[in-house]
């Protein structure tokens, strides 16, 4: 599994999960199943795992322990699960790591990574329909240019988008190579891979609908608790850490705190840690992946 994915704050994360090793929990992205086989360590006989990922890579990595529930499908759709599952009263804890996994960044096919020369492909769901070629070729400027600037935080969106729209022109961009080549002249002298790593992140999240998803999972998350339940969360870029912090301060992704008669703030959970735990020098120097982690907790109030 080390091979697939290296878990990132691992005994940090876990450690916060798990109340009680007999409870009921879930792991929302199951990826190389790192997380999920550290949860199984630490439960008892009684314990039980429900984990949820949509790439069927990630599902043959399943182990063979009957305390394990793998489903295949988009953590959007958690709590529906977990009421399918009988558990309407409510689980101990869930945890989401919500980075892509090495897996997905190393197989040149996939179409995540710019160090390959590979099909613009990008879906964690291979059998959605939309590939980031289609974003590519399809979208109009303008919504190239908000998604480049909204998810990927790019400088020069509206240029960048001009130069898509420019060189597909002439021909379709079908692969890394050619959207590399198709931008290629906006790119900044010494920061190249640093600029194409937010241009690919921008198309990675429009692809998977990656915002849309995390925030119907937190909300589902929350339903899926019982009273007491921990919610831990890893998140990688200021977008989504964001979306998480707000969710858990106030109950949306806004941030908007509603209150009720009494002046009480109405959001589902509490944040145990009020600054998010980072990972340690060493992990780092081990793991280069793990540089961007924030591990942010929560109580179901």
């Not at 691992?10 to 009921?24: K, N, Q, R, Y």
């Not at 199943?33 to 550290?38: I, L, M």
């Not at 305390?67 to 699960?81: A, E, G, K, V």
Request: overall charge neutral.
């Amino acid at each position: 599994m080390s091979e697939y994915h290296t878990p990132v704050l691992l005994d940090e994360s876990v450690s916060a999960l798990i109340g009680s090793a007999s409870g009921i929990y879930a792991d929302a992205t199951f990826g190389g199943g790192g997380h999920s086989s550290e949860i199984l360590r630490r439960l008892s006989p009684e314990g039980r795992l429900i984990s949820f990922d949509r790439d069927s890579d990630a599902i043959a990595n399943k182990p063979d322990d009957d305390r394990l529930t793998l489903i295949r499908s988009d953590f959007r759709w958690i709590h529906n699960h977990i009421l399918h599952q009988g558990y309407a009263e409510g689980i101990d804890g869930v945890l989401a790591d919500l980075g892509v996994s090495s897996h997905q960044f190393d197989t040149a096919e996939r179409g995540f990574s710019f160090r390959y020369d590979a099909p613009l492909d990008m879906r964690m769901n291979q059998e959605a329909q939309t590939t980031a070629a289609d974003i590519i070729n399809g979208y109009e400027q303008e919504e190239l240019e908000r998604i480049l600037r909204l998810y990927g935080e790019v400088d020069n969106s509206r240029r960048i988008a001009q130069l898509i729209c420019k060189a597909r022109e002439q021909s379709p961009i079908g692969t890394t190579a050619q959207l590399g080549s198709a931008i290629g002249s906006a790119l900044p002298k010494f920061a190249e891979h640093k600029f194409l790593a937010k241009v690919y992140q921008a198309l990675r999240i429009e692809v998977n609908q990656e915002m849309k998803s995390l925030e119907k999972f937190l909300s589902g998350a929350a339903k899926s608790l019982k009273s007491g339940g921990k919610l831990v969360i890893i998140t990688y870029h200021s977008l989504e850490d964001r979306m998480v912090k707000n969710f858990i301060k106030a109950g949306n992704i806004e941030g908007k705190a509603e209150k009720d008669f009494y002046g009480n703030i109405t959001a589902p959970l509490r944040a145990v840690n009020r600054k998010p735990i980072l990972p340690q020098e060493s992990e780092i120097s081990s793991n280069t992946r793990a540089r961007s982690a924030k591990l942010r907790i929560a109580e179901k109030i």
